[in-house]
T-cell receptor
Framework: DGGITQSPKYLFRKEGQNVTLSCEQNLNHDAMYWYRQDPGQGLRLIYYSQIVNDFQKGDIAEGYSVSREKKESFPLTVTSAQKNPTAFYLCASSIDRSGQYNEQFFGPGTRLTVL | GQQVMQIPQYQHVQEGEDFTTYCNSS?????IQWYKQRPGGHPVFLIQ?????EVKKQKRLTFQFGEAKKNSSLHITATQTTDVGTYFCAESNFGNEKLTFGTGTRLTIIP
């Protein structure tokens, strides 16, 4: 089956620890995105990548880091510098660099809770 | 940053009633997309509108893009329990490769 996988579905961490969220896609899409969703709110863009070995900051990049070493993988690290990391994290991909004209396919999400 | 106003934030309707959500932008948009997120799920793409004044239909759903390309609406006729979820618009401006999502309208159905 083609799609986007995110693991784990639920993640618990202690305050002050870095944590890396996984995102893998086998759709052969060029562009990948990370969003954060808080209860009752919309999606806010953290980082995005339009091509391997390149990525751009989104609207709320502070306290996060990413890498794009492979086309199919776009892991997100939530660092201890992120002041309020508890949230639902969604990874998405789209077919090419013209992200605004192509639908985005979303993974099932990872719900991160920092204790 | 780009402002995306989506109203209403919540809507409770009796099953069989109609539902409409609106998206408004302060700038002219190149296109607009609509997504649906079921409770506990992830957003799923519904449709994209590109042309000024465009109207598209998917069964009971009607999507419109304003003549000035600054607003859009999603209308559901005769809601069913399967329509429950949060509906998001997502906008982009010319020269901006990112999508900006609205805050969403959460639809609940009273059986």
């Amino acid at each position: 089956d083609g799609g986007i996988t995110q693991s784990p579905k639920y993640l618990f961490r202690k305050e002050g620890q870095n944590v890396t969220l996984s995102c893998e896609q086998n759709l052969n899409h060029d562009a990948m995105y990370w969003y954060r969703q808080d209860p009752g709110q919309g999606l806010r863009l953290i980082y995005y990548s339009q091509i391997v070995n390149d990525f751009q900051k989104g609207d709320i990049a502070e306290g996060y880091s990413v890498s794009r070493e492979k086309k199919e993988s776009f892991p997100l690290t939530v660092t201890s510098a992120q002041k309020n990391p508890t949230a639902f994290y969604l990874c998405a991909s789209s077919i090419d660099r013209s992200g605004q004209y192509n639908e985005q396919f979303f993974g099932p999400g990872t719900r991160l809770t920092v204790l | 940053g780009q402002q995306v106003m989506q109203i209403p934030q919540y809507q409770h309707v009796q099953e069989g009633e109609d539902f409409t959500t609106y998206c408004n932008s302060s700038t002219t948009l190149s296109n607009i997309q609509w997504y649906k997120q079921r409770p506990g799920g992830h957003p799923v793409f519904l449709i994209q509108l590109v042309k000024s004044g465009e109207v598209k239909k998917q069964k009971r759903l009607t999507f419109q893009f304003g003549e000035a390309k600054k607003n859009s609406s999603l209308h559901i006729t005769a809601t069913q329990t399967t329509d429950v979820g949060t509906y998001f618009c997502a906008e982009s401006n010319f020269g901006n490769e990112k999508l900006t999502f609205g805050t969403g309208t959460r639809l609940t159905i009273i059986p």
